[in-house]
């Protein structure tokens, strides 16, 4: 009896230790992956992670050497990890309004629903951190909210600022149609 309690009290221990180090490196990988928002910082990011790997497999190099050059890179880890934590921060504000504007809408509050949205897009336009990609579904949501109350003349104007702020977003064609479309129905 006392046998099988040692056994199964090892056994727990053995799959706690085990869920630890699966989320560790869950984490690792999340950290390595998911904040980095730019393909320049992903880029600059695996530059940095194959420049360490390299120091850490090169005996050659001086020691001082070697210490300053890994300074600078986790100087350099650190501040993207901090940038990513401000980007972060901006973007779940942006996404809570976001939310509020989608219950806002299933309470067929169209308008009240259009004016979060506008906060929402206003804020990733004035950020220096969120760019288009991450608003891009705000404004999507505000031509079609102006579609459904009418508000054609609005929506034009609408259209002809986003296209022109944004020339280079995959979306703009869309943007031009649908422009295009309301002009005619004006």
């Known amino acids: 009896m006392e046998i099988a309690i040692i056994v199964i009290i090892v056994v727990i221990g053995m799959v706690v230790l ?22 320049e910082e992903k880029a600059k990011y695996d530059a ?6 390299k ?11 070697k210490r300053r050059s ?17 980007w972060s921060i901006e973007a779940e504000s942006l996404f809570t309004m976001r939310k509020e504007a989608q ?14 949205y506008l906060k929402a897009i206003d804020k990733g336009e004035k950020s220096s951190r969120l760019n288009i990609y991450n ?14 109350t009418k508000q054609l003349d609005i929506l034009v104007e609408f259209l002809k600022d986003k296209i022109n702020k944004h ?14 479309k309301s002009q005619i129905k004006k």
């Open 18 to 39: 085990i869920l630890k180090s699966s989320n560790t490196d869950t984490d690792r990988k999340r950290a390595q992956q998911g904040y980095i928002r730019t393909p």
């Open 48 to 53: 940095i992670m194959r420049k360490t790997n």
């Open 55 to 65: 120091l850490r497999n090169n005996d050659n190099l001086d020691k001082i050497e």
């Open 70 to 86: 890994e300074y600078e890179i986790e100087s350099e880890i650190v501040r993207l990890q901090s940038d990513n934590k401000a």
């Open 103 to 116: 219950v806002l809408e299933k309470l067929n509050k169209l308008d009240d629903a259009i004016c979060v």
């Open 135 to 148: 608003y891009a579904h705000d404004i999507n949501r505000v031509i079609i909210l102006y579609g459904k």
């Open 167 to 180: 020339p280079d977003f995959n979306g703009v064609n869309e943007w031009s149609d649908r422009l295009k």
